[in-house]
């Protein structure tokens, strides 16, 4: 009986496996020099030049110009009336962490536990997974995984989204520690919540914080401490500024409390996430220079009285007040290739397009501490490169031709693309 059980099980995992289509090769590195040439090339910075070249070799970006720019013997890519633009940028993701929502066995972001600065979220990370694919095919080539639940969910990374494993994947290991700040109020139920009431625990979160971070910078003052403690070493680097400090937190009374908080305990970078609210407080994000990073814009409005397109205008309000700001897709992971679309939703609502592309590139990387290595293309820079027939901002024109990381040519390749060539010889006859 046993042996018949276990010859059914396998059976159906064969059949399983024989129904699930491959995912894409990892690219391999560059083999030569390429120049991307004859396209309107998106510097990221606000520049566009018009006819332009970009050359880049060994997966650094060695030039970036006019037609007129020297190639050298780089073997030459067409791209005429094609857009070039840097790799996109999604932080505060769960890309990797969660495969199906229902099924709890692929879920993987969230530990046991309230205070967990110690846990990696890079070593959970599944380059397998197929949402990495269907994202990155919409021109994102780099993400921040980031761990959830708890009060200190643990340390988030960045990952470069083709790779045959986590240690290959990570391109800035534990840059991040993320903290739920106390909410003022709760809602008790999901789809029919109650009404809000006061949040009685918040006072005891609060002085639970307090001590955590008393003790943590007390032990990062310590050279060699002796036992090791894994959850305060994991904070060491917020002290020095080698780590930031990401604050979940929407309304402006949790915004101007978490910011106090991190500097009164010496928090060297801290990044607001969310920051529904961050408009009522501009002056104080921009003394105090604090970036923002906005969560969707595809939302109602936080309240009734508030202006029906205030997710849309958000950015716009921020970046003219002199405050960073970068933006993400806090969703289910198969929602992350949306991201260019809701930079496009801010060009349309207050700010260029030149700007708003740079809400998820340059400004994501700045955000990110990944500035100095991607977000533009520059010379230097990571080649990480997308080439678009159409507006990668605008989802009736996006359509990515070529994407490049680190100047390895990705394998455009998806599910969804797969299942559509499939259905579509099927239907066509």
Not at 154 to 175: C, F, H, I, M, P
Request: hydrophobic share 40%; charged share 20%; proline share 4%.
């Amino acid at each position: 009986m046993r042996k018949t059980y276990l010859s059914v099980i396998a059976a159906l995992a064969a059949g399983l496996l024989c129904t699930q289509a491959q995912p894409p090769v990892v690219a391999k590195p560059q083999a030569q020099a390429i120049a991307l040439k004859g396209g309107t090339v998106h510097v990221g910075n606000g520049q566009v030049i018009e006819n332009g070249v970009v050359v880049f070799d060994k997966g650094r970006i060695t030039a970036v110009g006019n037609a007129q720019t020297a190639t050298g013997n780089a073997q030459m890519v067409d791209v005429t009336g094609k857009h070039v633009y840097p790799g996109l940028i999604a932080p505060n993701t769960k890309l990797g962490l969660e495969e199906i929502s229902a099924v709890k066995a692929t879920l993987d972001y969230n530990e046991t536990g309230q205070l967990n600065p110690n846990i990696r979220s890079l070593v959970s990370y599944n380059t397998d997974s197929d949402h990495i694919y269907i994202t990155r095919d919409n021109g994102v080539l780099l993400a921040q995984t980031v761990p959830q639940g708890g009060v200190v969910s643990g340390t988030s990374s960045v990952v470069q989204l083709d790779a045959w494993n986590w240690e290959d994947a990570a391109y800035r290991k534990d840059e991040g520690v993320w903290l739920n700040w106390p909410n003022l109020f709760t809602q008790s139920g999901f789809f029919n919540p109650g009404p809000a009431k006061k949040n009685e625990r918040r006072g005891e979160i609060l002085d639970e914080l307090d001590r955590t971070f008393k003790d943590a910078r007390g032990y990062a003052q310590t050279k060699n401490p002796s036992p090791v403690n894994l959850k305060l070493e994991a904070m060491r680097g917020l002290f020095d500024g080698s780590k930031t400090l990401f604050v979940r937190a929407d309304y402006a009374k949790e915004i101007v409390e978490a910011v106090n908080f991190a500097k009164s305990h010496g928090v060297k970078r801290y990044v607001v996430a969310g920051a529904a609210d961050a408009y009522m407080i501009l002056d104080f994000l921009k003394e105090n220079n604090v970036p923002v990073l906005l969560n969707s814009l595809h939302r109602l409005p936080a309240r009734a009285e508030e202006d029906v397109d205030m997710p849309y205008k958000l950015p716009s309000l921020l970046h003219k007040a002199g405050i960073l700001v970068g933006i993400t897709y806090e969703e289910p992971p198969y929602n992350y290739r949306n991201i260019p679309f809701i930079a496009g939703q801010a060009a349309g609502h207050g700010l260029t397009k030149e700007e708003a592309l740079q809400l998820v590139t340059l400004n994501n990387a700045r955000i990110l501490g990944i500035e100095t290595r991607t977000g533009t293309l520059e010379t230097g820079k990571d080649a990480n490169i997308v080439v678009s027939s159409g507006d990668l901002l605008d989802m009736r024109t996006n359509d990515v031709t070529h994407a490049f990381i680190q100047g390895r040519q990705l394998v455009l390749d998806d599910k969804q693309k797969r299942l559509y060539k499939r259905f579509s010889e099927k239907y066509g006859k």
